[in-house]
């Protein structure tokens, strides 16, 4: 047994777990896909000027129903939705008794969205099925979910995504992307969303900073916007992607804003 896998087993009785690295090269695979499906699209905000406040395609007025889970007590993304909109969104939240706020569009359940329907836990096909059943209609998928999102994204399938005309998905925990099975676990959720869907906006959260390794800097925690594919002739941007883009706001407004490294939106490797 070498040095190293002998300082292993010693972590590892201790409760410490030594994770393995990915190489830089892996990861610049990762983001020179993640480059390659970003669209610059002309983009519009919802909701408010902080946390809960997201830039999405303007095609609201094809869309019947937002699905949100993870509303905690922020939902000024859905009721602007409903007052502006008429859009209708079902919230899901164990952590909470009901929605954040009172509106005849909102319709609450208290479960936590994952990969099995059991007792608290739905998973996001049943939930559709039970909501809205084999309705054809255009959807957004709002999702905070603080780290649930991965179960969910690695379960459902890429036709049920496709249900969706927009999605806006926080991803949390990436500094987890310099080690091996996490980054191999979250491109394949990658590409399950690229068969419909292109990238069309990225704002990192101001609240949890970021990490840097050999050169490469990741944000912990990325709000992402998608557009499904067949979407985007309606709604593509002459213009060269930019950021920060000129509607976004920090998310929480007493901290420093950061801002996505170029590498993650500019082909500058």
Not at 61 to 78: H, T
Request: glycine letters at 4%; a negative charge.
């Amino acid at each position: 047994m070498n040095i190293e896998s002998r300082f292993k087993q010693w972590a590892f009785k201790r409760h410490i777990l030594v994770k393995s690295l990915k190489s830089g090269s892996a990861l610049k695979v990762f983001l020179k896909r993640f480059r390659e499906k970003y669209v610059s699209t002309n983009l519009i905000r919802i909701g408010d000027d902080c946390d809960g406040g997201y830039l999405i395609p303007n095609n609201l007025d094809q869309v019947s129903y937002c699905f949100s889970p993870g509303v905690d007590y922020v939902a000024s993304f859905e009721s602007e939705l409903s007052k502006k909109y008429g859009i209708k969104s079902y919230m899901a939240d164990a952590s909470v008794r009901e929605a954040p706020i009172s509106d005849e569009n909102f319709e609450f359940i208290p479960k936590f969205l994952s990969a099995r329907t059991n007792g608290n836990f739905i998973t996001l096909s049943d939930w559709i099925q039970q909501s809205i059943g084999n309705e054809e209609s255009n959807c957004i998928l709002q999702m905070d979910i603080e780290g649930g999102e991965y179960d969910v994204l690695t379960y459902e399938s890429a036709d049920l995504l496709a249900k969706f005309s927009t999605m806006v998905i926080e991803f949390h925990g990436l500094q987890d992307l310099f080690e091996a099975n996490f980054l191999t676990m979250f491109s394949s959720i990658f590409e399950k969303i690229y068969l419909n869907f292109s990238i069309c906006h990225v704002h990192p959260n101001n609240d949890c900073g970021s990490v840097e390794l050999d050169g490469i800097v990741v944000p912990r925690v990325i709000e992402i916007s998608f557009i499904r594919n067949d979407l985007i002739d309606s709604f593509i941007c002459p213009n060269d992607v930019v950021l920060p883009h000129k509607l976004d706001r920090r998310n929480v407004k007493n901290k420093d804003e950061i801002f996505m490294p170029e590498v993650w939106w500019k082909d500058i490797l």
